[in-house]
């Protein structure tokens, strides 16, 4: 079989490419994909490594994130009294919301976009931690933890976009197997 009529299948969105490659990218997604014709190497230490910052998807995770956080941490307790996320209640909330929101974006994104969630969820944070505790009546916690929950949300933001990549990637299936 000539090197002109191999297909090659990208390990991002599993799209057959007919080889060789132009610029070594995949046609349906854009992800550089190793063609063995000497054209762009994979390495498998950088499989899963951002190559760039997209700033549409930026936009696209802020909007996912300020949505999600408006609705479930802001909006829900207006809606339904019985549920009070103010103070440390409502940053134990924005946590799971932001993560699943990275998931989110990380499943819906062509490509690898982990840092795109996590500087959207870093945005949101700010003002939602602010509003929590200007809010805070009984559950009160002091301004440090704000902080420290924000960063842990944002931390627990890359895990469910990491997460929401290798959904969409689908296991690891070597030749072997």
């Given at each position: 079989?000539?090197?002109?009529n191999t297909?090659?299948?990208?390990?991002?969105?599993?799209?057959?490419?007919k080889?060789?490659?132009?610029?070594?990218?995949?046609v349906s997604?854009g992800?550089?994909?190793d063609?063995?014709?000497?054209?762009?190497?994979?390495h498998?230490?950088?499989?899963?490594?951002?190559?760039?910052?997209?700033?549409?998807?930026?936009?696209?995770a802020?909007?996912i994130?300020?949505?999600?956080?408006?609705?479930?941490v802001?909006?829900?307790?207006?809606?339904?009294?019985?549920?009070?996320?103010?103070?440390?209640?409502?940053?134990?909330?924005?946590?799971p919301?932001?993560?699943?929101?990275?998931c989110?974006?990380?499943?819906?994104?062509?490509?690898?976009t982990?840092?795109e969630?996590?500087a959207?969820a870093f945005?949101?944070?700010?003002?939602?931690?602010?509003?929590?505790f200007?809010g805070?009546t009984?559950?009160?916690m002091?301004?440090?933890?704000?902080?420290?929950?924000?960063?842990?949300?944002?931390?627990?933001?890359?895990?469910?976009?990491y997460?929401?990549?290798r959904?969409q990637?689908?296991?690891d299936?070597?030749?072997?197997?």
């Amino acid at each position: 079989m000539s090197e002109a009529n191999t297909m090659i299948v990208c390990p991002s969105c599993g799209f057959q490419n007919k080889g060789p490659l132009t610029n070594g990218r995949c046609v349906s997604c854009g992800v550089r994909v190793d063609d063995g014709v000497g054209g762009v190497t994979l390495h498998e230490g950088s499989r899963y490594q951002q190559q760039t910052f997209n700033l549409a998807w930026f936009g696209i995770a802020i909007g996912i994130m300020v949505v999600l956080t408006g609705a479930i941490v802001l909006g829900l307790p207006a809606v339904v009294p019985l549920f009070d996320f103010e103070g440390y209640a409502g940053m134990m909330m924005a946590i799971p919301v932001w993560a699943m929101g990275g998931c989110l974006v990380g499943l819906i994104s062509p490509g690898r976009t982990f840092m795109e969630p996590v500087a959207a969820a870093f945005l949101v944070a700010i003002p939602t931690a602010f509003i929590l505790f200007s809010g805070q009546t009984v559950k009160t916690m002091p301004v440090f933890m704000y902080v420290l929950f924000s960063a842990l949300g944002v931390l627990f933001t890359l895990i469910g976009s990491y997460v929401g990549e290798r959904i969409q990637v689908g296991p690891d299936v070597t030749p072997g197997d």
